[in-house]
């Protein structure tokens, strides 16, 4: 199979525009929603350390890696890492990689839609003011209600769904990219805000120290593990995703400069939405390790009691809901490319396809939350169980093999090229850390996690 030099499905129309998309993508739930929970239950201060440490040695260099691989493929995932194992002259094998990430896509998305129509249902719910001088009883009851109702979380699943296949079936620049032009910017600016009102909040100082002062006795094993399994997720790594819009990079953008912006930008936004969070945690006595629901019984609850609190609620969950949506279809794209270079769809077909076979996937999500509440397998819940296997398995094994491929299989004059890093030293620097750092960092946080070293 020849290389081809752009991809058929389409090229973001400048640089800004990648890192936007790009932005958009590794920007989400992982963000706002995850990161502060898991932050909570991993004892806060030693577990962010973790994470830090983590993008800085193996999100950067990967996210450089999966950015290259795909630009210089041009195809989906599966199609991009049979092209280039041939240009290397290597086993089309490597094509694993890009299912494996397909797949990983679609478990993703199948219960980041249920969270991301929770995300809608609370925009509503603010909207009509129904947290309104709530106290943390009545907010924890509320979402303990909302979630016993399958209909309901199936409802908004659908609704999240939906708006994700129109915006991916419109394609690269008419779907995609003006998508993130309004929908990033939007959100950094409610962030500040919300940011601002933390800062007025007594409990401020106390937020700050949960999260900056590391007591490295509170980490355990997993949430070593769960460091890592996020600093993919965050950066929407391990799965293609980055590949793929990688793949509708311009020729000439520096994939170095483009990365630190979109790494600089999601560690912000997930620290502010952490400076957020907690200090309404600490004022209300809440428990910061209350889990997936953290930022649903603890935002409305300020929201309820704040001047304006039904406007500010209202477009913080808004873009909750954005946040969500520019990663959502970044989490599709690798499939729906697949089926349309590998079958022959048009577009649409493809996105129809793609998204119902995640929706009903996502149907296993929502009973997790109160059919299936009871049913556990190790302990975890269906949901649970996904997100474990997603975050902290296949999007770090998937890391390791692209940081693999990238500095062991690619032709160093290949990776060189495509790469085009004027700074020798950065390159030098670049390679040294895929070829050895990140893959020996995976394994050990990998051997760590299942209690063969310690
Ligand atoms: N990075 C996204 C978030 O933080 O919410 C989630 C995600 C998107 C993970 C795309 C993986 C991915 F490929």
């Not at 989400?28 to 040695?57: D, E, H, M, R, S």
């Not at 998305?109 to 129509?117: D, K, Q, R, T």
């Not at 959100?187 to 900056?212: D, R």
Request: aromatic share 14%.
């Amino acid at each position: 199979m020849a290389r081809p030099r752009t991809s058929i499905h389409g090229q973001w129309s400048s640089r800004w525009a990648f890192v936007l998309a790009a932005a958009g993508s590794a920007v989400g739930l992982g963000n706002i929603w995850k990161f502060p929970y898991i932050t909570g239950q991993n004892g806060g201060g030693a577990f962010v350390l973790v994470y830090l440490a983590c993008i800085a040695v193996i999100g950067i260099p990967i996210m450089m890696a999966e950015v290259m691989i795909g630009r210089r493929g041009r195809q989906s995932p599966i199609n991009t890492m049979i092209n280039l194992s041939e240009e290397a002259g290597r086993s089309r094998y490597w094509s694993l990689l890009g299912w494996s990430g397909v797949i990983a896509g679609f478990l993703i998305l199948s219960y980041y839609s249920v969270i991301a129509g929770w995300g809608l249902a609370y925009v509503f719910r603010t909207a009509i003011g129904m947290f309104h001088g709530a106290d943390a009883d009545k907010v924890g009851a509320i979402f303990k209600d909302f979630l016993a109702s399958p209909e309901r979380l199936l409802a908004w699943h659908t609704i999240f769904m939906v708006m994700t296949m129109v915006v991916v079936a419109r394609g690269v620049r008419s779907g995609l990219e003006q998508a993130v032009r309004f929908l990033m910017p939007a959100l950094f600016v409610l962030l500040i805000v919300m940011v601002g009102y933390a800062m007025h909040i007594a409990a401020f100082a106390k937020g700050v120290e949960f999260l900056f002062s590391p007591d490295f006795s509170k980490l355990s094993r997993d949430s070593v593990l769960i460091a890592m399994g996020h600093a993919f997720f965050t950066l929407s790594l391990g799965m293609g995703a980055i590949m793929i819009y990688g793949s509708y990079m311009p020729e000439r953008v520096s994939i170095a400069k483009t990365t630190f912006l979109i790494v600089g930008a999601d560690t912000l936004v997930a620290l502010m939405a952490g400076l957020a969070i907690f200090p309404i945690v600490f004022d209300n006595g809440l428990e910061p390790s209350a889990g997936p629901g953290l930022i649903f019984v603890t935002l409305p609850l300020a929201f309820g009691q704040m001047p304006g609190g039904a406007l500010f609620g209202t477009l913080f969950f808004v873009l909750v809901v954005f946040a969500a949506w520019t990663s959502s279809i970044s989490l599709i794209e690798p499939a729906v490319t697949w089926l349309v270079e590998n079958h022959g769809m048009c577009r649409l077909t493809a996105c129809m396809w793609a998204g119902i076979v995640t929706w009903l996937m996502g149907v296993g999500t929502v009973f997790s939350f109160n059919l299936w509440s009871e049913d556990k397998l190790f302990g975890k819940t269906f949901f649970d169980l996904l997100d474990y296997l997603t975050a902290n398995i296949m999007l770090p094994l998937g890391g390791l093999f692209i940081a693999i491929f990238a500095a062991w299989v690619m032709r160093e004059a290949d990776v060189r090229e495509e790469l085009a890093m004027v700074n020798k030293f950065g390159f030098r620097l670049w390679r040294f850390l895929v070829r050895y750092v990140t893959p020996v960092g995976v394994v050990i946080v990998f051997l760590n996690a299942i209690g063969v070293i310690k």
